[in-house]
């Protein structure tokens, strides 16, 4: 990915704009794989107080409303520049939608997703990352920034956690 994004971009700068928290891990990785001038700056989401408990969200995932609040606005403008949205994982694709919708208002010249995980069969937005790492089947993935409840994020793998 860090190679697709070198030459897609090459001689140009661009910005990679993290999505807290859970895109931190991939991104340090991923960005130290593009040999271009680049920032950094994130962006922080929550769900409006309607997050289901743990066990639920294990089990149905966190999608109840869609609805979602900045909880940290990116600190610079991105008009005009070339900005590469870092995420962990795509799911119903909500929270993607209203974080594009966010930085398009900015006016940037190119905005691209980078995803490291993709899970299509749970989509609910028509929303696709330029950028995708894996393809994976309908799993709760814990690790390598991924969390449960906050916890397994420090994890190096990606694993499973079992539904049942
Ligand atoms: P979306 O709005 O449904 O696309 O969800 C995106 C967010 O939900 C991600 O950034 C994660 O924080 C969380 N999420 C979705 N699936 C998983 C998972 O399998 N494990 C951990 N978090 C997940």
Aim: net charge negative.
């Amino acid at each position: 990915m860090g190679d697709e994004i070198t030459r897609d971009f090459r001689g140009e700068t661009i910005i990679f704009v993290g999505v807290l928290k859970g895109a931190a891990i991939f991104l340090s990785d991923l960005a130290r794989r593009v040999e271009l001038d680049a920032t950094f700056d994130f962006i922080g989401v929550s769900s409006y107080g309607n997050r289901p408990s743990p066990s639920q969200e294990l089990l149905s995932g966190w999608d109840s409303t869609g609805e979602v609040r900045l909880t940290k606005d990116v600190d610079q403008s991105m008009r005009d520049r070339n900005v590469i949205m870092v995420e962990d994982i795509l799911d119903t694709g909500l929270t993607m939608t209203y974080l594009r919708k966010i930085i398009q208002a900015h006016q940037p010249r190119a905005l691209k997703i980078a995803a490291l995980l993709d899970k299509p069969s749970r989509r609910k937005q028509a929303i696709e990352a330029d950028y995708v790492g894996f393809k994976i089947p309908d799993e709760f993935v814990v690790g390598y920034g991924l969390d449960y409840a906050e916890r397994y994020r420090n994890l190096p793998d990606i694993c499973v956690i079992p539904r049942n």
